[in-house]
């Protein structure tokens, strides 16, 4: 197992949350996802027709294992928006399925488009 530094990973969480208002966390990349929710999640966020950032955590094991205790969140994917965290797939599909996440995705992308 690698060593890391804990609070050098937790900037880092807090550093990529603020830079990137749509945040994916999930396993593998959108284009090759390594788990079904993680699947699911970024296409419904791909479905939205904006840009987002994702991390892929099986590449980076210090936020693999940092990000739920700063979450409070235990599972990936995780998903966050204008830095607040939305919730993982279940609740990502819930959104996109009632019409919830389009909206909310393509106003924090204009809202940052500047």
């Known amino acids: 197992m690698e060593s890391y530094d804990k609070t050098e990973t937790v900037e880092k969480i807090k ?11 999930m396993k593998g990349s ?3 996802p390594s788990c079904g929710f993680s699947s699911q999640a ?4 791909m479905s939205c027709g904006e840009q987002f950032a994702y991390v892929d955590i099986l590449q980076n094991p210090d936020i693999r ?13 995780q998903l966050w928006v ?7 797939c279940d ?3 819930e ?3 009632q019409g919830e996440l389009q909206p909310l995705i393509k106003e924090t992308a204009e809202k940052h488009a500047s």
């Open 30 to 32: 959108p284009k090759l």
């Open 42 to 45: 970024s296409q419904a966020l």
């Open 82 to 88: 204008d830095g607040e965290l939305i919730g993982g």
């Open 15 to 25: 550093q990529q949350i603020s830079e990137n208002p749509i945040l994916l966390y």
């Open 95 to 97: 959104m996109f399925q």
């Open 65 to 77: 294992a940092e990000l739920p205790v700063y979450a409070e969140w235990p599972t990936f994917p």
């Open 91 to 93: 609740i990502v599909l």
